[in-house]
């Protein structure tokens, strides 16, 4: 004990200050090689976050940053809105409050999400893939709440700025919400909540309607008793064209005969590599 204590308790400065705490080194680190060479009582110091001293006009925080604001850019300028990010988001959790594009940075905008866990997933997840031939950059955001001022018109003719906050699609409020896999894009994308007369060919009617990549694999789950929805897996013929659909027809309205309400079809990235 006295010895591990004179180990981590005496160091000398390191510049981060005589009295920066030590974390152990993690097991899966790139400087471990065996137990033998490096023993668990080394340890490296913990990067303090920079004061605001720094030179830094970016939105941006790479490291250290806490909230749950992300900010995302690298979007297309004509197909992507606020219902487009909404879609791709909700997979990492809520989007409590709104998504906002900034009129000063073309193809930029803020997302509000629960908490800042959420926004760690999206970065994770988000951070880097295609969409539309465009590379989504997403990350931490200085910015500590989204504020809908400036709202302007979009290409498409939506809004510029749109709450989410109220909206039955968030998937994790609800009792569902343990259900809920955390998954990166993939090729496969899982729907459900779909009209159980939902066909195949009414899928690629929809995906050519909304101009987007049609799936490759189409197969449906056999439906419980009493059942009144359809579920199943859609296959793509990569990451990119299943994100870019999922982006677009996520949460689009169905609606059928003889019934009063649509159908909200839901679409997540799945377990399955294929089908």
């Given at each position: 004990?006295?010895?591990?204590?004179?180990?981590?308790?005496?160091?000398?400065?390191?510049?981060?200050?005589?009295?920066?705490?030590?974390?152990?080194?993690?097991?899966?680190s790139?400087?471990?090689?065996?137990?033998?060479?490096?023993?668990?009582?080394?340890?490296?110091?913990?990067?303090?976050?920079?004061?605001?001293?720094?030179?830094?006009?970016?939105?941006?925080?790479?490291h250290g940053?806490?909230?749950?604001?992300?900010?995302?850019?690298?979007?297309?300028?004509?197909?992507?809105?606020?219902?487009?990010?909404f879609?791709?988001?909700?997979l990492y959790?809520?989007?409590?409050?709104?998504?906002?594009?900034?009129k000063?940075?073309?193809?930029?905008?803020?997302?509000?999400?629960?908490?800042?866990?959420?926004?760690?997933?999206?970065?994770?997840?988000?951070?880097?893939?295609?969409?539309?031939?465009k590379?989504?950059?997403?990350?931490?955001?200085?910015?500590?709440?989204?504020?809908?001022?400036?709202?302007?018109?979009?290409?498409?003719?939506?809004?510029?700025?749109?709450d989410?906050?109220?909206?039955?699609?968030?998937?994790?409020?609800s009792?569902?919400?343990?259900?809920?896999?955390?998954?990166p894009?993939?090729a496969?994308?899982?729907?459900?909540?779909?009209?159980?007369?939902?066909?195949?060919?009414?899928?690629?009617?929809?995906c050519?309607?909304?101009?987007?990549?049609?799936?490759t694999?189409?197969?449906?789950?056999?439906?419980?008793?009493?059942?009144k929805?359809?579920?199943?897996?859609?296959?793509?013929?990569?990451?990119?064209?299943?994100?870019?659909t999922?982006?677009?027809?996520?949460?689009?309205?169905?609606?059928?005969?003889?019934?009063?309400?649509?159908?909200?079809l839901?679409?997540?990235?799945s377990?399955s590599?294929?089908?």
């Amino acid at each position: 004990g006295r010895q591990r204590q004179a180990i981590l308790g005496e160091h000398p400065s390191n510049g981060y200050g005589p009295h920066c705490p030590l974390l152990p080194l993690p097991a899966n680190s790139r400087y471990r090689r065996s137990s033998e060479e490096v023993q668990d009582i080394i340890s490296y110091p913990l990067l303090l976050p920079k004061t605001s001293s720094s030179s830094s006009s970016s939105s941006f925080l790479c490291h250290g940053a806490s909230s749950s604001v992300s900010m995302v850019s690298g979007l297309h300028p004509t197909k992507m809105n606020c219902s487009c990010i909404f879609n791709l988001f909700c997979l990492y959790g809520n989007v409590d409050e709104g998504v906002k594009f900034m009129k000063s940075v073309p193809g930029t905008a803020l997302v509000e999400m629960g908490d800042e866990y959420a926004v760690d997933r999206a970065v994770t997840h988000l951070n880097g893939i295609k969409v539309f031939g465009k590379k989504l950059n997403v990350c931490v955001s200085k910015q500590q709440a989204v504020i809908p001022s400036q709202v302007f018109e979009l290409p498409d003719g939506s809004s510029s700025y749109h709450d989410f906050s109220l909206t039955r699609n968030n998937r994790f409020s609800s009792a569902q919400s343990s259900r809920n896999i955390i998954q990166p894009p993939a090729a496969v994308l899982h729907f459900y909540n779909a009209p159980p007369t939902l066909s195949q060919h009414q899928l690629l009617q929809l995906c050519t309607e909304h101009n987007v990549p049609a799936f490759t694999k189409f197969k449906v789950f056999d439906a419980k008793p009493g059942s009144k929805t359809l579920s199943g897996l859609l296959e793509f013929d990569g990451k990119t064209e299943a994100v870019e659909t999922l982006t677009v027809l996520n949460h689009h309205q169905i609606r059928i005969p003889n019934s009063s309400n649509p159908f909200t079809l839901k679409l997540c990235f799945s377990t399955s590599s294929h089908l």
